[in-house]
């Protein structure tokens, strides 16, 4: 493995990074990652913002990229990109947890067209059940952005745009078979009428089942160990709808709803269901209200519904997020000064009386991005003030500068904070109710070149976290009703590393690769924190024949530890990916993929299996 002096040696040219980037890869194996940057990026900034422009560290996830990568959930998609590792209890299906740069899941935010998603009790998204088959592109933004998303953004923001529509009537359609009885079928319409007062349109929905695999292995214990199929059913939907009243006036309406069955193993002798219910609706109206102001607002709501049958008994919890924002963008030249004001209320029901309660959050948040030649930078920071605890202040600064035309160089610190979950602050036996928001201080620098068909970044990271809400055995308080212990801020950890990626296209082949080096560490214990490898990437090897498409990738991960003491050893895995798509006729493509070509067996939870070689292939209509 080349350590990070030896790639802080080689000569600076795009080229010679591309191939350190590579090299430093291949050496446990490595990993597939697009860097190439769409040309605007609207997560950064909470506006469109010319991806030349964008300090922070970002990664998009296009269209063409989804379409292509043969992928059935967008937990396997993100497994292979720089900053993500994944954690899931099985199969596709399964409870699934998303780890951005060495954050908790519960410390990212997840949006779906602006709108936050999530379980107010477990404290992220379930992202088994997000559908991958509505998904139109994925925003990701690293690093702490609290300033201007709140509470949460301590690891980074992912944003979901679902299928939206534009032009003449495009109609899209596939289906496709698989290992372990896969079936999928999808289909939609997209497109726009009218003139002056111009009305897009949307629709989209798709339908997916599989017989599944074994969840669990012997490992898992006699309690949950059940040697069955755990299969499950997806049904999802989305819909975008938006006129033109006048220039500059636009009114749209946005939804989404995924239901999700999912068979699960909790011990022998019972068949196991989890219903999962995803659903996000939102209205805005976006206005030119003056030459130099905008103005957006956005009424919506997100659910998130969890029904559980199992042996050890039902469960009912029902997160339900009412949110309200205005957003006012003024122009001063190239600056722009934005003003957001912002209400959010957590409700939850569910048939554990401690849980059934709501929060609600009030928010103003006011950032200044300005450019002056080669110098760009921004300022951002905002005041949150929750039901539950103090007002909580925000802040971030970001510097950039030219080197030339294709060289950049950032720097930017922040801070950020989590709000406690409702299991964190009211679940019986473990919930402390007088439990503080966890805090982040994070600093970071980057370098990036872009020009042509070759792209390259590396960014150094810092994140230190206090007051880490985490599993006490011996609570501090209240130990006569938490007698096994509790939820309680006792803990600072220390996220540090290098993330970095590098894109060529040479001809008709396009090379991709990435590597992420770090050390997510407990500072309390001085142990490694949980399912984090010290070494995790991608390379990937795309090539072009006429109309067939041929590709090859590998991911890699060194070993983890699937607990804090670091006893627990999980081993580290290399994957061999093989792609294939060919059009047969105009609009119509026909698509493979077989992951895991070597059949390896590995763990991404301790006692939790992982699909072995499989297959999936497809047919696809989409009209041009």
């Known amino acids: 493995m080349h350590s990070l002096k ?175 009885g896969t079936r999928v079928v999808d289909a939609g319409i997209s497109g726009a009428v009218g003139g002056e007062h111009k009305v897009r349109y949307a629709v989209q929905a798709a339908r997916e089942t599989s017989d599944g695999f074994s969840a669990s292995t012997p490992q898992a214990g006699p309690y949950t160990y059940n040697p069955d199929k755990d299969g499950y059913n997806k049904s999802s939907a989305s819909a975008r709808f938006s006129i033109d009243l006048a220039p500059g006036h636009e009114l749209g309406v946005n939804l989404l709803t995924s239901k999700l069955d999912a068979q699960f193993d909790a011990g022998p002798g019972f068949d196991d269901h989890t219903n999962e219910q995803l659903a996000t609706y939102a209205l805005y109206s976006k206005n030119k209200l003056a030459p130099h102001w905008t103005s957006l607002v956005q009424i919506a709501q997100s659910q998130d519904k969890n029904n559980t049958l199992a042996s050890y008994g039902n469960s009912v919890i029902d997160t339900t997020q009412n949110q309200f924002s205005w957003q006012n963008d003024f122009a001063f030249g190239s600056d722009v000064m934005q003003v957001a004001l912002e209400r959010r209320i957590e409700k939850v029901d569910s048939d554990t009386t401690e849980l059934a309660r709501e929060r609600s959050t009030n928010a103003l948040a006011t950032s200044y991005r300005l450019q002056r030649g080669s110098h760009m930078g921004s300022v951002a920071l905002r005041i949150d003030s929750n039901s539950q605890f103090a007002t909580h202040t925000t802040g971030s600064v970001e510097y950039g500068y030219r080197l030339s ?138 090539y072009a024949m006429g109309s067939l498409k041929t590709g090859v990738e590998t991911v890699f991960s060194s070993a983890r530890f699937d607990d804090g003491d670091n006893l627990d050893r999980l081993g580290g895995y290399t994957l061999l990916n093989l792609t294939a798509s060919q059009v047969i006729a105009k609009d119509w493509t026909v698509f493979g993929r077989w992951n895991n070509v070597f059949d390896k067996n590995y763990e991404l939870n301790r006692g939790y299996a992982t699909a072995g070689a499989n297959l999936f292939v497809g047919l696809r209509y989409a009209m041009k």
């Open 6 to 180: 030896t790639l802080m040696k080689l000569t600076l040219t795009p080229r010679a990074m591309l191939a350190a980037t590579l090299a430093a890869a291949f050496v446990p194996s490595v990993h597939s990652q697009t860097t190439t940057l769409s040309p605007v990026i609207v997560t950064a900034a909470r506006m469109p913002q010319s991806a030349k422009d964008v300090l922070s560290d970002t990664l998009v996830i296009t269209a063409e990229e989804l379409m292509q990568s043969g992928q059935r959930s967008l937990v396997d998609v993100l497994q292979q990109k720089r900053g993500f590792e994944i954690s899931r209890n099985g199969g596709a299906g399964s409870v699934s947890t998303v780890l951005i740069r060495g954050t908790a899941a519960y410390q990212s935010i997840v949006l779906v067209d602006g709108v936050r998603i999530g379980s107010a009790t477990l404290g992220y998204a379930t992202w088994e059940n997000i559908p991958l088959a509505q998904i139109e592109r994925v925003e990701v933004v690293f690093g702490p952005l609290s300033s201007l998303y709140g509470a949460d953004a301590m690891g980074g923001v992912v944003q979901i745009f679902t299928k939206q529509g534009d032009g003449a009537p495009n109609l899209n359609a596939s289906v496709g078979v698989g290992s372990f």
């Open 405 to 542: 035309n294709a060289w950049r160089v950032n720097a930017s610190t922040g801070t950020s904070f989590r709000a406690p979950s409702f299991n964190e602050l009211y679940y019986p036996g473990y919930g402390i109710a007088s439990n503080q928001p966890e805090k982040g201080e994070n600093f970071e620098a980057g370098l990036t070149f872009n020009q042509n068909d070759l792209q390259f970044s590396a960014v150094a990271y810092r994140n230190r976290l206090s007051d880490l809400l985490v599993y006490a055995p011996v609570c501090p308080v209240q130990q006569a009703t938490h007698a096994f212990g509790c939820a309680y801020n006792v803990d600072r950890a220390t996220l540090s590393g290098v993330t970095m990626s590098a894109a060529e296209q040479i001809g008709s082949l396009s090379l991709r690769a990435a590597l992420d080096v770090q050390d997510p560490r407990d500072d309390t214990t001085g142990k490694r924190l949980p399912r984090r490898a010290k070494q995790h990437g991608s390379l990937a090897l795309d």
